[in-house]
């Protein structure tokens, strides 16, 4: 089991900044290539962006690649989500997972463990 636990959504203007967080049990952060996903309200979870062991980083969009930066630090076992220029449409729930690939991967099948997830408002 690898329980991972966010933080740091909330309720924003367009044009903000948020930063969220993902804490694991020691060594999994460092070990196990680690994704950022969003689901909003009854739609699909599809894949935000995604960091492998080698720290390879792959981002689902063009959008999301400018304005967001999937990052982690071992020694505090986390992993991050920073998010630029929010705009409405990133409105969802965020969920951090951990993948059972040796790769970067945006499908969630490859993620067996996930969170509960951090809500994510932007409002116009």
């Known amino acids: 089991q690898a329980h991972v636990a966010e933080s740091g959504g909330g309720s924003v203007q367009a044009g903000s900044s948020l930063t969220l967080s993902c804490r694991a049990p020691?060594?999994?952060?460092?070990?196990?290539?680690m994704g950022w996903f969003r689901q909003p309200p009854g739609k699909a979870r599809p894949g935000v962006a995604s960091?492998?062991?080698?720290?390879?980083?792959?981002y689902a969009t063009d959008s999301v690649k400018g304005r967001f930066a999937i990052s982690r630090d071992n020694a505090k076992n986390t992993l991050y989500l920073q998010m630029n220029r929010l705009k409405p449409e990133d409105t969802a729930m965020y969920y951090c997972a951990v993948a059972s690939t040796q790769g970067t991967t945006m499908n969630p099948k490859d993620y067996p463990y996930w969170g509960q997830g951090t809500q994510v408002t932007v409002s116009s």
């Open positions: 020691p060594n999994i952060i460092s070990n196990y290539v």
């Open positions: 960091i492998g062991r080698d720290d390879r980083i792959t």
